[in-house]
């Protein structure tokens, strides 16, 4: 009885060793994107690394920033901020969906920490029934990850974008997992574009 167990437990752990293993899927222009199989879920995860010349609260700043996301937030044709108190903002945008698929709509808490003088944290997770479901729109559920903002230097930080969502409906997993690399990449090209300025 007791193999058995200690069999279950390094059973356990390898799952757990495995869920833990980035893959490198794309590299450019210094925008980093890695995916990774999430837990109990057929679409995968993404993390996007990217450093930028600006500070982390002007950073945090834009990222707070729901009714600004339309303009830098990929495939989002909609977006606003619900309401803000204290660290905790609320965020409802649109998502623009391929011909075919019925358009989604997400609302978004994000809770933003403090770590230290270098570092900031900012917690997001799927708040779907803080905002009423629109017609048009199938609700986004399950969703939530976070962006981490790290200061390399005065005026300089390190952005890392981790990310899992599930749209929902008629949409095959494989189909997203196609194309869920371009969107934190193109996500990360798009901050980093507000702050450089050409």
């Known amino acids: 009885m007791r193999i058995i167990l200690v069999i279950i437990a390094i059973f356990n752990f390898s799952c757990l060793f495995s869920q833990d293993k980035w893959e490198l899927e794309k590299q450019k222009d210094n925008i980093s994107v890695y995916l990774r199989k999430a837990a109990n879920s057929n679409i995968k995860e993404t993390k996007a690394f990217t450093v930028i010349q600006a500070s982390m609260q002007s950073i945090c700043d834009?990222?707070?920033d729901g009714d600004e996301y339309k303009n830098w937030v990929d495939q989002?044709?909609?977006?606003?901020k619900?309401?803000?108190t204290g660290n905790v903002t609320f965020i409802y945008y649109c998502l623009k969906l391929p011909i075919g698929f019925k358009n989604r709509d997400l609302v978004l808490k994000t809770t933003t920490e403090n770590i230290n003088k270098t570092s900031i944290k900012l917690t997001v997770e799927s708040a779907w029934?803080?905002?009423?479901?629109?017609?048009?729109?199938l609700r986004i559920k399950e969703a939530g990850g976070y962006w981490l903002l790290n200061e390399v230097q005065k005026g300089k930080t390190e952005v890392t974008y981790q990310f899992h969502v599930d749209p929902g409906g008629n949409i095959p997993s494989?189909?997203?997992?196609?194309?869920?690399?371009?969107g934190p990449f193109d996500t990360m090209k798009n901050l980093r574009a507000k702050f450089h300025k050409k």
């Open 129 to 137: 029934k803080s905002y009423p479901e629109q017609s048009k729109y």
């Open 174 to 182: 494989w189909l997203v997992n196609l194309f869920i690399v371009d």
């Open 82 to 84: 619900l309401k803000e």
């Open 62 to 64: 834009v990222i707070k």
């Open 76 to 80: 989002i044709s909609y977006s606003k």
